[in-house]
Every structure is written in structure tokens, then in C-alpha cells.
């Protein structure tokens, strides 16, 4: 069962794609998230890398050892709900290794909920938000909240869940905005560090807490 077809309990009528981003050689972080099909569907070939062993994983790694690829082996290292799982001290380190794995002029591209946009709302969350709808008459909130409590908690750190791996999968170990991934990504050896469009990439599922950042590997060394 696709991931699509576990939030939506159908299959899309035509298969979703990403825009092509002319990477002939992808890979995939935390490939058994979502949308890990939608990236199959979209690339050439793929790599996928996820923690833990499930159905279309073809590496199982943790990232706290390097990856097992010659330097410059890929063209675009990708990622959804990937970065935010990883301990805020390791991210800098993980950076550098997406860096290593990548060509000359790779893109990096990652999406990941979006802390400056959750702070945000945690002034607007409220118990009458049903899905992401808040009731118009609420009285306690005027109709204007965006997220309930539980919903606000699980963005901000993870379902955690038990899936028998004492939940250190599914729980958020860093909280990730715009500024502070940037400034990463430059300390790795980025550059061309901006913004893309989280509806690309989440729809149809909403992406208004969502944050995309691409960036290329430069040519120096
Ligand atoms: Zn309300």
C-alpha cells in the first residue's frame, strides 16, 4: 500500500510528478516518508535510503557513519519529512555528507515542517479545528484558529509513535526555518541557497506549515 493510498484510502487517478529537475541520478533521504512514490515516479533512478528496512528501501542507514557512495556519485540528494529527524547537533555534520555525495552543481532539496510558521500558530490553535478547519462560531476562538492542540504537538515533534524501535524514527529532533537552514547549508559548501514551492511538493495535502529549501553543491572542493 502507497503512502498516498494510506492517507486517502485511493490511489490518485493519475500518477502525481514532481517538476523534472533533470537528475539522472537521485537520492532519496528517509525514502519510506512520503511522497517517497511521487519522487520514484518523477526521477530516473533512484537511490532509496530510509533508517529502517521497509518495502522499495534499498539502503538501510542511519547517517550517524558515512554513506556507503563514492564522492560525487549522485546528481540530486532529496528529501521530505527527513531533516527534522535528525539531532540538531548531527545536522551540520549530515549537511557536509549530502555535500560529499553529490556532483559539481547538484541540487539539494529538502521539505520539512516549518518551525517560524508552527511558532506562529501556536497562538492560533484552538479545539474546535476539525482536520484544518476551525469552526466559524467557536466561541473561544472566533473562527480564526489554524491547527488544533494534538495536531500543533505532532508538527512540532513527530507522531511518536511505537513501532517497535523505541520511536526514534518518527520523533522530530530539530526544528528547522528558512535563516538557520540557509546559514547551514552555506557553512556545508552550498550556494544558491532559496525557497521552493511546498505546494509542489505537498499537495494535496496541506503545505501552509510546510518549508522547501534547494540549494546547489558548488564546484570548489
Ligand atoms: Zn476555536
Given amino acids: 500500500m502507497s503512502f498516498w493510498q494510506k492517507l486517502t484510502g485511493r490511489e490518485p487517478k493519475d500518477p502525481q510528478r514532481y517538476p523534472d529537475s533533470g537528475a539522472r541520478m537521485t537520492l532519496l533521504l528517509?525514502?519510506?516518508?512520503?511522497?517517497?512514490?511521487?519522487?520514484?515516479?518523477?526521477?530516473?533512478?533512484?537511490?532509496?535510503?530510509d533508517?529502517?528496512?521497509?518495502?522499495?528501501?534499498?539502503?538501510?542507514?542511519?547517517?550517524?557513519?558515512?554513506l556507503p557512495f563514492r564522492d560525487g556519485a549522485f546528481d540530486e540528494v532529496f528529501s521530505l519529512e527527513f531533516i527534522e529527524h535528525v539531532?540538531?547537533?548531527?545536522?551540520?555534520?549530515?549537511?557536509?555528507?549530502?555535500?560529499?555525495?553529490?556532483?559539481?552543481?547538484?541540487?539539494?532539496?529538502?521539505?520539512?515542517?516549518?518551525i517560524e510558521v508552527l511558532a506562529s500558530w501556536f497562538a492560533l490553535q484552538c479545539d474546535c479545528v476539525?482536520?484544518?478547519q476551525a469552526d466559524p462560531k467557536c466561541r473561544a476562538c472566533g473562527g480564526k484558529a489554524r491547527i488544533s492542540p494534538s495536531?500543533?504537538?505532532?508538527?512540532?515533534?513527530?507522531?511518536?509513535?511505537?513501532?517497535?524501535d523505541r520511536r526514534r524514527g518518527d520523533t522530530h529532533k530539530n526544528a528547522l526555518w528558512f535563516g538557520r537552514l540557509k546559514q547551514m547549508l552555506e557553512e556545508a559548501g552550498f550556494g544558491e541557497v532559496r525557497r521552493g514551492n511546498p505546494e509542489t511538493y505537498y499537495a494535496p495535502?496541506?503545505?501552509d506549515s510546510k518549508l522547501v529549501v534547494e540549494a546547489r553543491r558548488g564546484a570548489s572542493v
Fill in 87 to 114: 539531532p540538531h547537533p548531527d545536522l551540520p555534520r549530515v549537511l557536509r555528507e549530502c555535500r560529499r555525495v553529490l556532483a559539481p552543481g547538484g541540487r539539494w532539496l529538502s521539505g520539512c515542517p516549518d
Fill in 30 to 49: 528517509g525514502g519510506a516518508g512520503p511522497n517517497a512514490d511521487i519522487v520514484r515516479a518523477s526521477r530516473r533512478r533512484v537511490v532509496v535510503a
Fill in 151 to 164: 495536531r500543533w504537538l505532532k508538527s512540532v515533534f513527530g507522531n511518536q509513535e511505537d513501532y517497535g
Fill in 205 to 207: 495535502f496541506k503545505a
Fill in 51 to 66: 533508517l529502517r528496512r521497509a518495502p522499495g528501501v534499498d539502503l538501510v542507514a542511519d547517517l550517524e557513519r558515512p
Fill in 130 to 132: 476539525d482536520g484544518w
